[in-house]
Nanobody, 119 residues
């Protein structure tokens, strides 16, 4: 069982930067793939980025590629999402997620953190 807690959201102007954090309040991130998803008002939840448990393989949605970077610190059981050159269309609730140990489906989700980008 893993409990995920996100932080770092807020209001930022277009072109600005934010860094989201997600920590495991219970459990650990060992052997788990970690990911970030987002959901904008009136839209379905969409994939943003993921990182494997070793941290040497990442994947990004085309919409954020080159602007966002996902990293992890297994010793701290924390995953980060660095967001640069933010756009108003990045406005959404951002969710942290992880798989079961050695698994491939996202089974655990955080409560989400709001990111609002003003134009």
């Amino acid at each position: 069982q893993v409990q995920l807690v996100e932080s770092g959201g807020g209001l930022v102007q277009a072109g600005g930067s934010l860094r989201l954090s997600c920590a495991a309040s219970e459990g650990s991130f060992n052997r788990r793939t970690l990911g970030w998803f987002r959901q904008a008002p009136g839209k379905e939840r969409e994939f943003v980025a993921q990182i494997n448990w070793i941290g040497d393989s990442t994947l990004y949605a085309d919409s954020v590629k080159g602007r966002f970077i996902i990293t992890r610190d297994n010793a701290k059981s924390t995953v980060y999402l660095g967001m640069n050159s933010l756009k108003p269309e990045d406005t959404a609730v951002y969710y942290c997620t992880c798989t079961q140990m050695g698994g491939s489906s996202y089974d655990y989700w955080g409560q989400g953190t709001q990111v609002t980008v003003s134009s």
